[in-house]
């Protein structure tokens, strides 16, 4: 935000988030019907008020949330003898993805780890476009504090080619980092071998070129799109056999 630009005020917040709140996303809802799962909307618009709703030329959206809960729990479901369940996040923000998949794990009542990367630090206080933020900045712990669960998320300041390469499996696995297509196809490489038959991920924003390429040279995976938006669309792989 530039010096001349006024800062968003908590109605401004306010109002973008009850507006967003009235739409209905109908590939989303077809989705969580098809998975048995959903997340609960007290709960999920609860967390999207202060985690997945910026101030910003668009109007925020927070369906990531939704589809991956139902996925994560599907995956849960339909691999019982998978435990502990390794779920990475890359591209933290502020912390909401990564809440709606340790929420997965938690009402499913299994072992498991949600790691979350991004390339800013967890520990800084900066602006993360919040309206938690409207006394000053936050670190994501704070920022996270409404909701204790998010301490059991394991949060990093590092790249997601150093994260992933750590370790040898990945169950599941959202997609969210540089939208480059070097940076996607790259980061699809090293999951894919860590990933086995049945693994899943999920693929932000693939409506923008460089992303929509990477994802449809991801040969190891069995792609499904989602189209919830004209300008958002959605990926979900599935490791081939």
Not at 7 to 17: E, G, L, N, Q, V
Not at 102 to 123: F, K, R, Y
Not at 178 to 185: F, L, S
Not at 200 to 227: F, H, K, N, S
Request: with cysteine.
């Amino acid at each position: 935000m530039s010096a001349t630009t006024t800062a968003p005020t908590a109605a401004d917040y306010a109002r973008i988030f009850e507006a967003e709140c009235r739409v209905r996303y109908p590939a989303v809802e077809d989705f969580e019907v098809r998975m048995g799962f959903a997340l609960d909307r007290e709960r999920l618009e609860d967390a999207a008020r202060v985690l997945a709703c910026p101030f910003k030329a668009n109007p925020p959206n927070w369906q990531h949330g939704r589809v991956l809960y139902a996925l994560l729990r599907r995956y849960v479901a339909d691999h019982a003898t998978e435990r502990p369940v390794r779920v990475v996040d890359v591209g933290t923000a502020k912390g909401f993805s990564a809440l709606c998949l340790q929420w997965a794990l938690n009402d499913a009542g299994v072992t498991g780890q949600v790691t979350s990367v991004d390339v800013i630090e967890p520990a800084a206080a900066v602006r993360r476009n919040t309206v938690a933020e409207l006394d000053g900045y936050l670190s994501l712990s704070k920022t996270l504090a409404p909701w204790p669960e998010s301490a059991a998320i394991r949060f990093e300041w590092s790249t997601s080619a150093v994260v992933l390469r750590r370790f040898t499996r990945v169950h599941v696995c959202y997609l969210d980092g540089k939208h480059t297509y070097d940076a996607v196809a790259s980061d699809i490489q090293l999951l894919a071998d860590r990933q086995e038959p049945g693994d899943v991920v999920m693929w932000d924003d693939v409506q923008i070129d460089g992303v929509a390429r990477a994802v449809a040279g991801a040969a190891a995976y069995t792609v499904e799109y989602l189209d919830i938006l004209p300008h958002r669309r959605y990926a979900i792989g599935v490791k081939r056999g």
